[in-house]
Each structure stands twice: as C-alpha cells, then as structure tokens.
C-alpha cells in the first residue's frame, strides 16, 4: 500500500532557531497536508496544497508541494515554546488520507 | 462553528468485551472518516462514509470492527470483540467533501482505547 515517510522522526531545538521536516512517499499525490498534533487531541490542520511547485505560508509556517508530487516540506521559522508537539504529513488523491509517522518536536526555552 | 464531538474520550475495558464510540461531524459535513491511531504512529484509515454510503472500508477489520451512519449524520464505530492490539486513539474526521480541495479533514479530539 502506499506509505509516507517522514523525517527526521524527532527533533530537539533551541527556541528561536528554524525547522525544516519532509515527507517522501513512492507515489504521487494530488492533495498534500501538513497537520499538528497536541497531546490528548486530534490533529489540527496546518497549511493545505493542491498544486505541484504550490509554495504556501501560514505565518511562520511554509509548506512546499514538491515537483515530481511524490514530496512536500515543512519550514517554521523562529520556533516557540508552544510549536511543540507532533507534525504529521499527509496525502490524498481520492479523498482517502494517508499519514505520515510524525515528526516530534521538542523546543527548548 | 463546533468542532467534531466524539464519546467517550477515555475506555478501559478487558479482551474480548465489546466497546462503542459516537461521533458527530460538524455540520454540514457529508464525508465521515474513523482513523485509528496507535502510539507513537500516524492515523490509519478504517472506514470512510460520504453521506450513509460506505466509500472505502477495506482497512476494517469486519471481523470485529462495524460502524455505521444511518442518516448521513453522526456515526457510530464498534469493536466485538476487542483485543489486547485494539488499545489506540480512535479517531474521527468529517469533512465537506472527498475530491480535491474539499478534503481537508477536521479531527475531533478522539477516544483513548485501552484493552487490558
């Protein structure tokens, strides 16, 4: 089946510094997705892209979907405390969403 | 507008006793989707619904998971029996639609499964 894969697996940074994570998977998407997931919560939907190239940002957020469709990053700039927690990616090309593993992000004040 | 509601948020119950968990979309949502998530992975896919129709269900394990939505509103998703590998969040999203663009998923805060 297809399979997202997600890296790094953790992260452990310096408040104030830059993020970057990506996803890759061995087939090609329509719809790419970036999710934040807190503790004891559902995940919360972060930046959308639909197009490949589409370059897209949510305040410190920037989301990229890759040319060849089979990738996508996530960049926070100038992280804080509460950027903490779980980063997932995410796939569809009919509606049926494939997740990532996750990417945990620990930032240090 | 109100999130996704989902009950019970925590159940604890022993192997091979039944368990159900309710969800309510948010309004006007025509897509329902139930992911279970276990610790320390990415949410799964179990069964998606467009209206009260099934549209991809082939991630379910029938033997033991159903789940319906009988007027194409709230839904309901069991386990009988459950077993020990069936602790996990079980979580659910709704969304306006499934073709591009319309897909983009609201989660509730999900229900902690734990099987003892």
């Known amino acids: 089946g297809q399979q997202l894969n997600q890296s790094p697996q953790s992260m452990f940074i310096q408040e104030g510094e830059d993020v970057s994570m990506n996803c890759t998977s061995s087939?090609?998407?329509?719809?790419w997705l970036w999710y934040k997931q807190d503790p004891g919560e559902g995940p919360v939907l972060l930046i959308a892209l639909y197009k490949a190239g589409e370059l897209t940002s949510n305040g410190r957020l920037t989301a990229q979907f890759g040319i060849t469709r089979k990738d996508s990053f996530l960049n926070i700039s100038a992280s804080i405390p509460s950027d903490v927690g779980i980063y997932f990616c995410?796939?569809?090309?009919?509606?049926?969403?494939?997740f990532g593993q996750g990417t945990t992000l620990q930032v240090k004040p | 507008e109100a999130g996704v509601a989902q009950s019970p948020r925590y159940k604890i119950i022993e192997k091979r006793q039944s368990v159900a968990f309710w969800c309510n979309p948010i309004s006007g949502h025509a897509t329902l989707y139930w992911y279970q998530q276990i610790l320390g992975q990415g949410p799964k896919l179990l069964i998606q619904?467009?209206?009260?129709?099934?549209?991809?269900d082939s991630q379910l394990p029938k033997d033991r998971f159903s789940a319906e939505r009988l007027k194409g509103v709230d839904s309901t998703l069991k386990i009988q029996p459950a077993k020990l590998e069936d602790s996990a969040v079980y979580l659910c999203a709704s969304s306006y639609g499934y073709t591009s663009g319309a897909n983009v998923l609201t989660f509730g805060a999900g229900s902690r499964l734990t099987v003892l």
């Open positions: 995410a796939g569809s090309n009919t509606g049926k969403l494939i």
């Open positions: 619904f467009q209206n009260n129709g099934v549209v991809d």
């Open positions: 087939s090609i998407f329509n719809t």
